[in-house]
């Protein structure tokens, strides 16, 4: 990761230069788009480590949702970076800029290699976790939107199409807000602490099949990070000693295992809850 965050700060700086001197809005939105990546990168590896620290009385869950903040800050980042360029984008369609083509084509060349190189480097732990995803996701975008800018730069270098400079930006834009939208929905999901892709009406069913359970009601379930699902409901039980309940709740935590849920909190009770919906506004009703 952190070889893929100097080979893009590298890429940045060489776009910056060749966007200013080119005249070309594709290098330099191109540019914009490696310093988030850069930036991204950067914060995600701290992330992780942080995301790697004990539990402690502060934060009892851990510090797994750093690496969730990060995520939703670079995709969040991304849509903001990508709605401006489009914007610049528009003005360049009013009013056409010459562009020194050649010099386009070979700054954005250097950029297409060494995006080459970071995409291959992360691409086998893509799958980790959201944030290197993330971070992966940054670099292959930064790929495609450097093999729009050589394209381009033939275009201008051969035939003076300075028109093309602006459409790469505006497509290299959308695709980035297309792709950063998966992203920042999912981390805004989890900071929201919205219930994870479970069957409540399923998993209600799975409890109440179980001997001695009379009801499952007022479900909760929430993402900690990315992989680790709690879930915590009330189950109207008999009558019964501890040592019986002990085995009950055992018995739902296992049938739960198979939902993907890794934490169960069981509130048993007999008689306590008027209101026995699986979603409720209070909790004794």
Not at 118 to 124: F, G, P, Q
Not at 214 to 220: D, I, K, S, T
Not at 242 to 265: M, N, P, R
């Amino acid at each position: 990761m952190m070889l893929s965050f100097s080979l893009n700060l590298g890429i940045t700086l060489a776009e910056v230069i060749g966007g200013i001197i080119s005249g070309s809005l594709a290098l330099l939105s191109d540019s914009l788009h490696n310093f988030s990546d850069s930036m991204g990168i950067f914060a995600s590896y701290f992330a992780i480590k942080i995301g790697e620290r004990k539990k402690n009385e502060k934060f009892t869950f851990g510090y797994k949702r750093a690496e969730i903040l990060v995520a939703f800050a670079n995709s969040a980042v991304l849509v903001g970076v990508s709605l401006f360029l489009i914007f610049e984008a528009y003005k360049r369609f009013k009013s056409p800029e010459p562009i020194k083509g050649s010099l386009m084509l070979f700054v954005a060349l250097i950029g297409l290699f060494a995006n080459l190189a970071s995409v291959i480097l992360l691409h086998e732990h893509a799958h980790e976790s959201m944030n290197i995803r993330s971070a992966y996701l940054h670099l292959v975008s930064d790929s495609l939107s450097s093999i729009a800018v050589v394209l381009g730069g033939i275009a201008i270098t051969k035939w003076n199409v300075f028109w093309i400079d602006p459409l790469i930006t505006v497509l290299i834009s959308l695709y980035i807000l297309h792709e950063s939208y998966g992203i920042l929905k999912e981390s805004i999901e989890v900071l929201m602490e919205a219930a994870p892709n479970l069957d409540f009406q399923k998993i209600k069913e799975e409890i109440e099949s179980i001997p001695k359970v009379r009801n499952a009601h007022h479900f909760h379930a929430w993402r900690v990070g990315e992989n680790e699902i709690h879930f915590e409901c009330h189950v109207e039980t008999e009558d019964m000693l501890l040592s019986e309940a002990q085995k009950l709740i055992d018995a739902i935590a296992d049938k739960l295992k198979k939902f993907g849920i890794t934490h169960v909190t069981i509130q048993l009770e007999t008689g306590r809850c008027k209101e026995k919906s699986m979603i409720c506004n209070e909790e004794y009703s």
